[in-house]
């Protein structure tokens, strides 16, 4: 299974971006997708969840900001963030939990910058 994670980017405090990530490979389904992010001198932490049956979880520093949303016809979650601020900035990753055995997949990671 390979992760391919786009839409990071640079914007100013108040914009918004919108990531991407397609899981691609065979042998696989998915039981969920998810966002993490890494701030640097951070720890890695949940940013947002989706099972394929519609469960999301968010973290309380993103709830009402960010959505995130899949396609599981195209084994695609997107994260729309919006009102970023600067203590967003980070690498995001996507994370796959895979069926049937509850493997576990990550992306390269995509780069969010927010100035102030």
Do not use: H
């Amino acid at each position: 299974v390979q992760l391919q994670a786009s839409g990071g980017g640079s914007v100013q405090a108040g914009g918004s971006l919108r990531l991407s990530c397609t899981a691609s490979g065979s042998g696989f389904s998915i039981l969920r997708l998810a966002w993490y992010r890494q701030a640097p001198g951070k720890q890695r932490e949940l940013v947002a969840s989706i099972t394929t049956g519609g469960s999301t979880v968010y973290a309380d520093s993103v709830k009402g900001r960010f959505t995130i949303s899949g396609d599981n016809a195209k084994n695609t979650v997107y994260l729309q963030m919006n009102s970023l601020k600067p203590e967003d900035a980070a690498t995001y990753y996507c994370d796959l939990i895979a069926a049937p055995d509850g493997r576990r997949y990550w992306g390269q990671g995509t780069q969010v910058t927010v100035s102030s």
